[in-house]
């Protein structure tokens, strides 16, 4: 029996964490790759809160350690491991964040969860568990961390998602966290380079800070509707809503906006040039975005803007949304409806005011959208235009 093993302890899952973990294994998800998502949005919380630390504390681990995330696969192994030099745990911290839901309802929400789990694919993170989605893919999983604060030990964390876990201390030189993923037979393809780097690019691309897939960036994007505006060139403004649309066009013009009550959010809205509907092309497609943190949730949303503004283009990114919740509870969140209120305002203050003042550039953008404008009549008459 080696050292560490004569130190190991073993804990029993708390039984949400059970029905959780049972759901994943047997139920049906379209979109497994969340769980990587799920891992980065977790080592960017843990970036952030090291970051804000530093500002206001002197004393604490690696001090020159630079914060980034890095993520590497082995085939032959069929592991993935990402770690970050963020905050770390604890063993204290490592129960409470991993042993337990802190932040979901009660058994009770678990099992309706169940229940619609298998035509639901999106309700990883809806209870602040997205960690568990990784057991979708995994055999096993070890959590390696190391705290910042000084001379805490370091702890590896284990678990083959069936009921248990287990803890014991280890050797580890910086702060921060490790999660060494072992992959299911099936599921090799989360270790190439190319397939990781797909599954950033598309949720999590404007993550602050930088990701290194084999010791390569691969999120290259600023999150300009962070920024604030002054500080935006109107170039930055065009090469991003090249990137967001995929196309080389020229937008016709850009709406960047923030609101902080009564619920926060900011937003880049962009109008085409062009209308290709007046091609013969099919009808458009919503264009907007929704973030969370600078994470995506969903990719052309429909609930953002109505049916005669489709043609607008954009992101949109709250933080008082949870991070994935489910498809109904979405269609339904009171947050969406008061961010879709207010950004048809926006739009309809901002083609009122272009009307006013830039008669000329109103009028190309009326010849190329008035008529899916006029769809909207209706609507645009019952809502008030400050």
Known sequence: MTEQMKHEEGFEF???IKKLLNILSHSLYTHKEVFL???ISNASDALTKMKFYSLTNADYEGKDIPLEINIDGDNEKKTLTISDTGIGMTKDEIIQNVGTIAKSGSLEFITNLSEQAKNDSNIIGQFGVGFYAVFMVADEVRIRTKSHKKGEPAYEWHSDGTGKYFLNPIEKA?????IIVHLKDEEKEYTEKSRIQSI???YSNFVSFPIMVCGERANQITAIWKEPKKDIKEEQYTEFYKFISNTEDTPLFHLHTSAEAPIQFSSILYCPSTNYETYGFKKLEHGVHLYSNKILIQSDCKLLLPEYL???HGVVDSSDIPLNI????????RIIHKMKSILVKQVLT???DMA??????YETFWRQFGRILKEGCTSILKTRIP
């Open 14 to 16: 708390q039984a949400e």
């Open 350 to 352: 901002l083609l009122q």
């Open 310 to 312: 489709r043609f607008i």
């Open 326 to 333: 489910s498809r109904e509870t979405f269609q339904d969140n």
């Open 200 to 202: 950033i690019k598309k």
């Open 174 to 178: 910086n702060r921060g966290t490790e």
């Open 356 to 361: 006013r003042n830039e008669k000329e550039k």
């Open 37 to 39: 998502r799920e891992l």
